[in-house]
């Protein structure tokens, strides 16, 4: 088992006809990724590595039975190519689009939230399940799989976790790139439920960040619902405050949001956080040992 | 993308949202003007910097200046405006060495009856805009943040309807507004929230918002930060920016598509994604150093960007070493020791170089790196990185 995606997830890509969609879906491809097809509106007839393009995403799930979809199109029009894929009843939609305008995800949150879809991202790295399925545009051949579950919200940490549990000879059941925007589809909770629920995953990574309270939350659920091992790791602990964030972001958790604030909750919640980026793999060893 | 309190109180003028009359000087004698056009008996002078703190501020040239006094006449105008212009105001948010004052901000005055704070932001845990106000008005938030968090009221909003009227109520109802004030306090407030959605602000606060004796609500300060991601769609915004607030090096990155944020330490960073270049600043703490940068390349990082990287990077004097961190992804190991070994003959190397590649094509990287000739520094992985990088200026 996985969750989200695995050997039979259909996928097309919405921005097949784009530099970056063409040249991730060959790589999908490659990977043993289903894909089935592409989205560019405009386009239909057209054969992009061999798969058929479509005009709308309606007529691509009617004709190639899609359920998934990985998402490419600029950032003005993501929004929309996001609304489009939940009113075309797609279950798993990964935006991997970069520079989405944040009240354009507001809209598109509070749709996603009442409709049948898991949408991830927008601005991550994408979906994978070793072995089985690859949605978005990580290196696959660094993944094997394997029991641990990871998610984050930045990429190449991300790669660099996956790296080092599969040097540990751990491997991955599935990675999941939650996006670095302030407001994206997925939250940790959301993952954790189903990494819980997945038999093959026996340990559970969590790569975290400063800012926001989402790590804090997280924390909380784990202590009350995640019973198998939790490893973690927050990133930006020397990242000088207020660089990124304006006063008034900072306010909005009372002083919430600082590394050693989110370490002090991770830890709380019987969580193994690694004190160093090089020490995750490890810290998923040590997670497992105390089970 | 920030902009001045002179152009935000215009822009809250055009959306109706009640602001003072003023004018922007950017000489003494226009200052002089700007108070006899007012034609009131007080006026406010204010520095114009992208930070906050200004009425607390000093001036370094003239250390009894503050970035924000009142005047009694035109001469008093000048004489605040001549101390304040050229020079460098040093306030809680700017660097130690201040910011250098390009213009003052002439505002009329107004009868004060009462104090507020309030901001809009949008709240990443309620996926939704939120409306906050303090009695606390005037002082330091982040103060009232941590010490009594209470005093913070909050309304969520949904950015398509805006903010209710009843949400306005709520909001008076604690703070203590009737009557009159709080008709004037749902004006305002209903026009700023639709102004923050209108403009794509990532933030607007407005410390003070004031009630006046006559139970108006006006804006006596506006900051607004805009959401760089909706940019496209406001292209008259983007006139609004000032490029002498930014750091030079941070303006040539974002030309180069590279995301760059000066620090103070001495180790140059150059690494390929925010979290990994984040996580490698944490590193380099963690064994005794300290980061002279964020720095992230992208997913990409082709021989050009690095070169550029480096340049950027090494135009801080500060910098002692440098340490490279590439996981190669997409971008493969040997493309990136290719460009850091064009980069590194076309820049001219004179601080120590430790690199760390991980990824496609390592090996094969490694080796290209190792028989280039260079005095390159290899590391093994993230830690080895670490120590080598901090031991080489030790």
């Not at chain 1, 540990?168 to 959301?190: E, F, K, R």
């Not at chain 2, 001549?82 to 460098?88: D, I, K, M, P, S």
């Not at chain 2, 430790?354 to 028989?371: A, D, H, I, P």
Request: include cysteine; glycine fraction near 10%.
């Amino acid at each position: 088992m996985s969750i989200l995606v695995n050997r039979d997830t259909r996928v097309i890509c919405q921005g097949i006809t784009g530099k970056a969609g063409a040249f991730h879906t060959k790589g999908c491809k490659e990977y043993g990724t289903k894909m089935v097809g592409g989205v560019t509106p405009g386009k239909s007839g057209e054969l992009v590595e061999g798969l058929p393009v479509f005009d709308t995403v309606e007529e691509a799930v009617m004709q190639t039975g899609a359920n998934a979809t990985m998402i490419f199109v600029p950032p003005a029009f993501t929004a929309d190519a996001i609304l489009e894929a939940i009113d075309a009843g797609i279950e798993v939609i990964c935006a991997i689009t970069e520079g989405v305008p944040v009240l354009d995800m507001v809209h598109v949150y509070d749709r996603v939230k009442r409709s049948k879809s898991i949408l991830i991202g927008p601005n991550c790295p994408g979906v994978i399940t070793p072995g089985e399925c690859k949605i978005g545009i990580m290196p696959g051949y660094i993944h094997n799989p394997g029991k641990v579950g990871i998610m984050s919200r930045s990429g190449t940490l991300t790669y660099e976790a996956v790296w080092q549990t599969s040097s540990l000879n751990l491997g991955q059941s599935s990675c999941i790139g939650l996006g670095g925007d302030p407001i994206v589809g997925t939250s940790y909770i959301d993952i954790f439920e189903r990494f819980q629920n997945d038999d093959q995953t026996e340990v559970i990574l969590m790569i975290g960040e400063i800012g926001g309270d989402a790590e804090e939350m997280a924390a909380e659920y784990v202590k009350n619902h995640v019973t198998k091992p939790v490893a973690a790791f927050i990133a930006g602990r020397t990242a000088p405050p207020g660089k990124r964030m304006g006063h008034a972001g900072a306010i909005i958790t009372g002083g919430k949001g600082t590394a050693a604030e989110k370490v002090k909750a991770l830890e709380a919640a019987g969580i193994v956080v690694a004190q160093s980026p090089a020490d995750m793999g490890v810290a998923v060893v040590e997670a497992l040992k105390r089970r | 993308m920030k902009i001045h309190e002179y152009q935000a109180k215009e822009l809250f003028r055009k959306a109706q949202v009640p602001v003072l009359a003023g004018f922007v000087a950017k000489t003494p004698e226009e200052a002089r003007a700007a108070f006899e056009k007012l034609g009131g008996s007080i006026a406010v002078v204010k520095a114009q910097v992208h930070a906050g703190g200004r009425g607390k501020g000093t001036v370094t040239e003239v250390p009894s200046q503050r970035g924000v006094q009142l005047v009694k006449s035109a001469e008093e105008a000048a004489t605040v405006a001549r101390n304040l212009l050229g020079n460098h105001l040093v306030t809680i948010q700017t660097a130690a060495s201040g910011a250098k004052v390009n213009q003052v901000f002439v505002e009329q005055g107004c009868k004060i009856a009462r104090e507020l704070y309030l901001a809009v932001v949008v709240d990443r845990a309620a996926q939704m805009p939120l409306l906050m106000v303090s009695s606390e008005g005037g002082v330091e938030i982040e103060k009232v943040a941590h010490e009594t968090p209470e005093k913070i009221l909050r309304e969520h909003f949904d950015p398509a309807n805006g903010l209710q009227a009843f949400q306005v109520r709520k909001l008076c109802k604690k703070l203590g507004i009737s009557g009159e004030a709080a008709k004037s306090a749902e004006f305002f407030m209903k026009k700023l929230c639709a102004l923050f959605v209108e403009l794509d602000c990532a933030m607007a606060e407005i410390n003070p918002l004031v009630i006046t004796e006559d139970n108006k609500m006006i804006a006596l300060d506006a900051k607004i930060t805009f959401d760089d991601n909706a940019m496209f769609r406001h292209s008259d915004l983007k006139e609004l920016r000032d490029l002498n607030e930014e750091e030079p090096a941070e303006i040539r990155a974002a030309n180069t598509g590279l995301s760059y944020v000066k620090l103070d330490g001495n180790i140059g960073c150059l690494v390929n994604g925010a979290g990994l270049a984040m996580a490698t600043m944490d590193i380099i703490k963690h064994h005794g150093g300290a980061p002279a940068n964020f720095l992230d390349v992208g997913g990409g990082a082709n021989t050009q960007q690095v070169t550029e990287a480096f340049r950027i990077i090494l135009s801080d004097p500060n910098v002692k070493a440098i340490l490279v961190n590439i996981f190669g992804g997409i971008a493969r190991c040997t493309t990136i020791a290719q460009a850091i070994i064009e980069a590194s003959k076309e820049v001219g190397f004179t601080v120590p170089l430790v690199v760390r590649l991980e990824g496609t094509e390592v090996n094969e990287g490694k080796k290209m790196l190792r028989e280039s000739g260079l005095a390159i520094i290899s590391a093994e992985d993230l830690t080895d990185a670490a120590k080598k990088v901090v031991a080489s200026i030790a």
